[in-house]
């Protein structure tokens, strides 16, 4: 089993930066391709951003292009989600996922509530 648990949530204003992380335990960190995912009220949850195991490639939902950055640190076990000019749209429960492949993800985390307000 892998244990994920996201922190850096909270509450801003459209235009602010905040930086999610996601600290990972129970399993070889550096094995495992990671993604983010958010789900906001009444929606599916939807794909954000991905990150291979070596951090040489990343992967975005169009919505998030050019705004978001994923990385991930190995050596701490972490993955992290850089999220600047937010907007009220990207108000959601944010999760991070682990995973074999960048398509199919076993692991998940519990969720941080990211609110944006206009």
């Known amino acids: 089993q892998m244990q994920l648990v996201e922190s850096g949530g909270g509450l801003v204003q459209a235009g602010d930066s905040l930086r999610l992380s996601c600290a990972a335990s129970g399993r070889t960190f550096s094995n495992y391709a990671m993604g983010w995912f958010r789900q906001a009220p009444g929606k599916e949850r939807d794909f954000v951003a991905a990150?291979?195991?070596?951090?040489?490639?990343?992967y975005y939902a169009d919505s998030v292009k050019g705004r978001f950055t994923i990385s991930r640190d190995n050596a701490k076990n972490t993955v992290y989600l850089q999220m600047n000019s937010l907007k009220p749209e990207d108000t959601a429960v944010y999760y991070c996922a682990g995973g074999t492949t960048l398509h199919k993800y076993d692991y998940w985390g519990q969720g941080t509530q990211v609110t944006v307000s206009s």
């Open positions: 990150i291979s195991w070596s951090g040489g490639n990343t």
